[in-house]
């Protein structure tokens, strides 16, 4: 199993182009069907031919009604060379340089003409000449012009940011005021540009991932030096990620589950902190069902938040700046703490 230290690594390099498996996407968009139905979807950090964000939606776009699907790539594709043919007719590419481009998608027939549309058919779209497939001017890079021209179109952006850029992607669509549902660390919530939305319930976790690891596909280039990493039955490259969570706006049910409660409170138990006047609960399942004080949690508290019963007051010291450590115990730095008290 992979630790952070690969996350951390790609990060510094660049090397974000992990690619999410269709099981993990199924997993959580099921959860928002009624929300995706009609809307314009962009999925603006995916190569349509290496996507599985491009891929569901294209299946699902008829079942969800989608108005149109967007998807862009950035500069340089690994697959797009190879598709140069598609845009040139027959004729010399001007610029065989950029490799960037998009595809937008109004209607997804049943091309194999099976009584369905499924993965066959998108591919057979893809192949064909007749797709929506353009060259974008620039390098795709999700901040340029064109790109937040196409994001000012899109109700909703479905999609796995680089993990190195998440700060950046998330000010991005909160500027423009987009409904999302993308992939992150669970440690992006103690970014001092990610725990604000949080604490006002302007952004929360998904409903599918809450424990574990993911396995994610990588280019054939990305180094397999982690435990973990491998090499799948079809000879696709992978890498085992920990802390992967679904964030998004769009409400869901889960959001609003009670979390039975039945520890009860006693100061052997739970301690307060050396440096804050809160007590320390050391996993979600202890929080005591008679304390009305404050409570310092786990950042994984965040899987069961119901912001109907908790009310989030901040990290650790009621600062959103990053310390590097959480409150003190008993002498000793913990890592961080969200720090909540019940709804009475």
């Known amino acids: 199993m992979a630790d952070n230290k690969s996350l951390i690594?790609?990060?510094?390099?660049?090397?974000?182009?992990?690619?999410?498996?269709?099981?993990?996407?199924?997993?959580?968009?099921?959860?928002?069907?009624?929300?995706?139905?009609g809307k314009i979807i962009f999925c603006n950090c995916d190569d349509p031919y290496e996507s599985n964000f491009f891929r569901y939606f294209a299946i699902n776009f008829n079942y969800l009604g989608l108005k149109k699907l967007i998807a862009t790539c950035y500069d340089p594709s690994p697959i797009a060379y190879t598709q140069l043919s598609l845009f040139d007719d027959g004729e010399p590419i001007k610029n065989k340089n950029r490799h960037a481009y998009k595809i937008e998608i109004t209607k997804?027939?049943?091309?194999?003409?099976?009584?369905?549309?499924?993965?066959?058919?998108?591919?057979?779209?893809?192949?064909?000449?007749?797709?929506?497939?353009?060259?974008?001017n620039g390098d795709g890079d999700f901040r340029s012009v064109e790109c937040v021209e196409l994001l000012k179109q899109a109700d909703i952006v479905v999609t796995n940011p680089p993990f190195s850029l998440f700060?950046?992607?998330?000010?991005m669509l909160v500027l423009y005021k987009k409904h999302f549902i993308i992939i992150g660390n669970v440690n992006a919530i103690t970014y001092?540009?990610?725990?604000?939305?949080i604490k006002n319930n302007q952004l929360?976790?998904?409903?599918?991932?809450?424990?574990?690891?993911?396995?994610?596909?990588?280019?054939?280039?990305?180094?397999?030096?982690?435990?973990?990493?491998g090499i799948d039955s079809t000879g696709r490259r992978f890498i085992r990620v920990?802390?992967?969570?679904?964030?998004?706006?769009?409400?869901?049910?889960?959001?609003?589950?009670?979390?039975?409660?039945?520890?009860?409170?006693?100061p052997e138990e739970y301690p307060k902190y050396d440096n804050y006047d809160a007590i320390e609960v050391s996993k979600t399942v202890n929080i005591p069902c008679d304390y009305d004080g404050l409570m310092g949690v786990p950042i994984t508290f965040l899987d069961k938040y119901n912001p109907d019963q908790f009310e989030?007051?901040?990290?650790?010291?009621?600062?959103?700046?990053w310390r590097g450590r959480g409150p003190d115990l008993n002498?000793?730095?913990?890592y961080r703490r969200i720090i909540i008290r019940r709804k009475i």
Request: hydrophobic share 35%; net charge negative.
């Open 9 to 37: 690594a790609a990060g510094k390099a660049k090397k974000d182009e992990f690619y999410t498996q269709l099981s993990d996407i199924e997993n959580e968009l099921r959860h928002y069907k009624e929300q995706l139905r």
């Open 108 to 136: 997804v027939p049943d091309l194999n003409q099976d009584g369905a549309v499924d993965l066959a058919d998108v591919e057979t779209l893809l192949k064909s000449k007749n797709n929506t497939l353009t060259l974008l």
């Open 167 to 171: 700060r950046e992607y998330v000010e």
């Open 192 to 197: 001092k540009e990610i725990f604000p939305l």
């Open 204 to 229: 929360w976790f998904g409903a599918s991932i809450h424990s574990g690891d993911r396995a994610f596909y990588v280019p054939d280039d990305y180094p397999l030096n982690a435990a973990g990493c």
């Open 242 to 266: 920990k802390g992967v969570r679904w964030y998004t706006n769009l409400d869901i049910d889960q959001r609003h589950e009670e979390l039975i409660l039945f520890k009860h409170y006693t």
């Open 312 to 321: 989030i007051l901040g990290l650790d010291d009621h600062r959103v700046e």
């Open 331 to 334: 002498g000793k730095a913990l």
